[in-house]
């Protein structure tokens, strides 16, 4: 037995050598990178882009005792539909607007720098509650301000405060 004790030792530890590498050998992943073709438009937030804004109704609010109870919607009022005359502004001027958003205003009816400068606070909170995904952007990109800036036609005030146009 003492004679075969050094041939078993070997042989366990090649063994153990060679579990140890089939073993750690299979864990090892390799990553390959392809990147995606320069025709291809990124499409990572196309579904929350095309969805149509999210709406709050009275049901919403409705408190448990009365879960089961369906309430008529709250009628939401709009901005006031008369625009001032003229052409209507560039609203894509103010920071924070793109189009998508210049489209929701203005069926909203909202179109001129003037309307926008003259909101109140619950002028904002009405419209605010009317933008869906858009909602706290009046106040966080401060719209009054610079509308009434581009409304004065002020270039270089709007510009000190807000930079470049």
Do not use: C, H
Not at 105 to 125: K, M, N
């Amino acid at each position: 037995m003492s004679s075969n004790m050094i041939l078993v030792v070997v042989i366990a530890v090649l063994v153990l050598a060679l579990l140890f590498w089939l073993l750690v050998g299979a864990r090892r992943t390799r990553v390959e990178f392809t990147p995606p073709a320069e025709d291809t438009p990124a499409k990572r937030n196309q579904a929350l882009i095309d969805a149509p804004p999210a709406t709050v109704t009275a049901a919403a609010t409705v408190p448990l005792a009365d879960v089961g109870v369906v309430a008529p919607p709250i009628p939401v009022p709009v901005a006031d539909p008369v625009a001032p005359s003229g052409d209507a502004d560039d609203l894509t001027r103010l920071k924070g607007v793109g189009p998508k958003l210049v489209d929701q205003l203005r069926a909203l009816g909202v179109t001129r720098f003037s309307q926008i400068a003259a909101w109140t606070d619950a002028d904002i909170d009405r419209i605010d509650a009317q933008l869906g995904r858009f909602q706290g952007r009046i106040r966080k990109d401060d719209w009054r301000t610079q509308a009434r800036y581009l409304a004065a036609g002020d270039t270089a005030g709007y510009q000190a405060k807000f930079g470049n146009l």
